[in-house]
T-cell receptor
Framework: DTAVSQTPKYLVTQMGNDKSIKCEQN?????MYWYKQDSKKFLKIMFS???????INETVPNRFSPKSPDKAHLNLHINSLELGDSAVYFC??????????????FGPGTRLTVL | GDSVTQMEGPVTLSEEAFLTINCTYT??????LFWYVQYPGEGLQLLLK?????DKGSNKGFEATYRKETTSFHLEKGSVQVSDSAVYFC??????????FGKGTKLSVKP
């Protein structure tokens, strides 16, 4: 039974399109995250939500909009896609944001390719 | 701001060789430290962690000790296997709970 799932696994689209990536966790965690992994494998936080409330919003273009309909889901919508948005996007969850040593559980990633 | 620096790869070793991947951090205070592993085509998995100074995290033959004096959390394994080939990420916990990652070190183990 998958703990953190993402759909789709692969997404190929044209510049200028709007797309969404969905994430669901069945661990009962309160906090969810989106990370971006670039072509050099560098991982960086984009957003985090705690119990449906935004708590981290890094310097990310406002074309990216996260939405959390409930604490088990955190979706990422991207408007007007650009070539530089091509990356692997990872969703993660943890019990709560401030817990010392709390493990974050990662989804399998969504590889976005913008042509 | 907080950051994590780890040795650049790729690292290529023969099976049964000794592995060290260096990792240092900068942070206000003493954050929890982690090593995550990413196997080809997969997401990240926690390998080990340490939450305070002098703690040693260990798992699957890998070890890392939280060294406050040198702000380091080096990953070691005494005898690597082909199945250990992966990308290894050192990370610290940010003040808002997010993980701050190093740039990753790709390890290839040859039979």
């Amino acid at each position: 039974d998958t703990a953190v799932s993402q759909t789709p696994k692969y997404l190929v689209t044209q510049m200028g399109n709007d797309k969404s990536i969905k994430c669901e966790q069945n661990l009962g965690h309160d906090t969810m995250y989106w990370y971006k992994q670039d072509s050099k494998k560098f991982l960086k936080i984009m957003f985090s939500y705690n119990n449906k409330e935004l708590i981290i919003n890094e310097t990310v273009p406002n074309r990216f909009s996260p939405k959390s309909p409930d604490k088990a889901h955190l979706n990422l919508h991207i408007n007007s896609l650009e070539l530089g948005d091509s990356a692997v996007y990872f969703c993660a969850s943890s019990q709560n944001p401030a817990g010392v040593g709390d493990e974050q559980f990662f989804g399998p990633g969504t590889r976005l390719t913008v042509l | 701001g907080d950051s994590v620096t780890q040795m650049e790869g790729p690292v290529t070793l023969s099976e049964e060789a000794f592995l060290t991947i260096n990792c240092t951090y900068t942070a206000t205070g003493y954050p929890s430290l982690f090593w995550y592993v990413q196997y080809p085509g997969e997401g990240l998995q926690l390998l080990l962690k340490a939450t305070k100074a002098d703690d040693k995290g260990s798992n699957k033959g890998f070890e890392a000790t939280y060294r406050k004096e040198t702000t380091s959390f080096h990953l070691e394994k005494g005898s690597v296997q082909v199945s250990d080939s992966a990308v290894y990420f050192c990370a610290s916990r940010g003040s808002q709970g997010n993980l701050i990652f190093g740039k990753g070190t790709k390890l290839s183990v040859k039979p």
